[in-house]
């Protein structure tokens, strides 16, 4: 079973920065996939960003890219995001995921940690 537990969320003027926080355990971490998600009010949860196991290739959602920046420590079992440039749209509960072995959908999820952007 693997665990995951996010951290680093919080109240932020538009145009600043956070950065967020995915403790994983539970099993090998580096040789897994991990993505980060967002659920704003109303709205469905969406894509925000991924990065495979080794760090080397790294996803977006287009409406991230340019101002979020995933990376990983495999050493410390931890994923991060990087959010540069916040807008008030950008507000929302943020997830960290990881994919079920052999199927590769995300089926381990964060608790959430609550992004808000201030105009």
């Known amino acids: 079973q693997v665990q995951l537990v996010e951290s680093g969320g919080g109240l932020v003027q538009a145009g600043g920065s956070l950065r967020l926080s995915c403790a994983a355990s539970?099993?090998?971490?580096?040789?897994?996939?991990m993505g980060w998600f967002r659920q704003a009010p109303g709205k469905e949860r969406e894509f925000v960003a991924a990065?495979?196991?080794?760090?080397?290739?790294?996803y977006y959602s287009d409406s991230v890219k340019g101002r979020f920046t995933i990376s990983r420590d495999n050493a410390k079992n931890t994923v991060y995001l990087q959010m540069n440039s916040l807008k008030p749209e950008d507000t929302a509960v943020y997830y960290c995921?990881?994919?079920?072995?052999?199927?590769?959908?995300?089926?381990?999820w964060g608790q959430g940690t609550q992004v808000t952007v201030s105009s």
């Open positions: 995921a990881a994919p079920r072995v052999p199927t590769g959908v995300y089926a381990y």
């Open positions: 990065i495979n196991g080794s760090g080397g290739n790294t």
């Open positions: 539970g099993r090998t971490f580096s040789s897994y996939r």
